[in-house]
């Protein structure tokens, strides 16, 4: 039995964790369904959660049961290490600054749609200013109190243990990977045969249904999921109630299909986090590169395999007819998995992805630092793009205001993506060697086999382990980047 402090510890966090919910489901509608008048009063209310959950976390009462909670088992051990650290990070800020930010975090957000639209850097530089000015604070706030580098503090509430030196060898080894392996990557698919054309118009109907049946069928289970429709695909919502969203081009099926099964990915990890601790910090995903690697591991790892595109072209076929030849796993390969040197991360491929990010990484760390002033973003970004993959973007909507992320608030966030990706490549590899049917399953479209590894080695292990400990317990080593470059090694650098 737990002492009655650690039991209203669990209490009050359900209680923190429910108004998270509550936020994420408001995020969900900002995006997907709520009027653009909606946009002033969604702020507040937004900001209201943020202050309540803030004052919950922050009450005298909860350091008192920190003090004298003593949790029984390894869980809610893990549990109450967890709720430390919440707290520590909480009472760093006070609650003004947790409420302004929200609300400048969603006018931004708002304006930033706008500005995308118009390709007009210059309609949302006040608001991501004021952004990135309460961003400044809160990292020096929470870096005073954690004994943290700034930057590294707004990480840790994104990925816990990882820092930017512990990134910054990862990402310098892989820009020199990247100096050799992309012309290479480019002059072998130069010699081999142009793709034949997937011809469209692709009707959006069938594409909305197909994307939720094949989400359905690798395991997203529709009585706790939906699927609809946002500038910015994401995942949000609860593990209960998973909220999908993407976007459709009738002239391009892949930009949906292969965006619903990465957020697929997303949404099958949350379904699987330990029901036995809902609501509590260990219950939660283990972090923003933890989760990364779970539709990373779907998309790139299984869905866009060998054995997984000669299902999908009989899919495609079976839904929008044409030629037989031009849905063949060879010639989707060759339309998703080309490397081309683009301006926008959600469409780079896989060899190319990693120096979006790591472009990223740098301009928010000097953005946060105070060494970058955000009316030097466009500036800044272009040349960063001309060094790292020689283009230059013709404007800003392909250019600083692609994503959403700054404009919400989310620094720290972007090393996620390539940590992921690393991840998602180490643990596919243990996975293939743990089940060797895998790929035989992939190709009659059964992710069966891959679910239920992860589903044990990964999902529901929640926030139990860290992600080093995570991938040591599921792989047997830490992060190993050297898998992720076996693995763009066999898929694009072999004649």
Known sequence: MQNP????????????????????????????????????????????????????????????????????????????????????????????????????????????????????????????????????????????????????????????????????????????????????????????????????????????????????????????????????????????????????????????????LHETGHALYERGLPAAHARQPVGEAAGMAAHESQSLIVEMQACRSDAFLAFLGRELHAAFGGEPASVEAANLARHWRRVERGFIRVDADEITYPAHVILRFRLERALIGGTLEVADLPAAWNEGMRAMLGITPPDDAKGCLQDIHWHDGAFGYFPSYTLGAMAAAQLMKAARAAEPGLDAALARGDMAPLLGWLRTNVHSKGSFLGFQDLLRSATGKPLDPQDFIDHLTARYLTA
């Open 5 to 260: 402090a650690y039991l209203r510890l669990k209490a009050r966090f359900a209680r923190i964790a429910a108004l998270g919910e509550a936020a994420s489901m408001l995020h969900w509608d900002a995006s997907a369904m709520m009027p653009p008048g909606g946009g002033e009063s969604r702020g507040e209310q937004l900001a209201a959660l943020a202050g309540l959950a803030h004052e919950l976390l922050t009450a005298p009462v909860v350091e008192e049961d920190l003090e004298i909670a003593h949790p029984e088992g390894a869980w809610e051990e893990a549990n109450y290490a967890l709720m430390e650290r919440a707290h520590a990070r909480a009472t760093a800020l006070p609650t003004e600054l947790v409420e302004a930010t929200a609300r400048a975090n969603s006018a931004c957000e708002k304006l930033w749609r706008e500005a995308k639209a118009r390709a007009d850097f210059a309609l949302v530089r006040p608001a991501l200013t004021e952004v990135v000015r309460l961003q400044r604070e809160t990292a020096r706030a929470l870096g005073a109190a954690l004994s943290m580098d700034p930057y590294d503090a707004v990480m840790d509430g994104y990925q816990r243990g990882v820092t930017a030196a512990d990134v910054e060898p990862v990402f310098a080894a892989y820009e020199l990977f990247l100096k050799d392996a992309l012309p290479r990557a480019e002059a072998i698919q130069a010699a081999k045969p142009a793709p034949l054309p997937l011809n469209g118009p692709f009707p959006v109907e069938i594409q909305r249904r197909l994307c939720r049946d094949l989400s359905a069928r690798i395991g997203l289970d529709y009585d706790h999921a939906r699927l609809d429709e946002s500038l910015h695909p994401f995942c949000g919502g609860t593990p209960q109630d998973v909220r999908l969203t993407t976007f459709y081009d009738e002239h391009d099926v892949a930009k949906a299909l292969l965006g619903v």
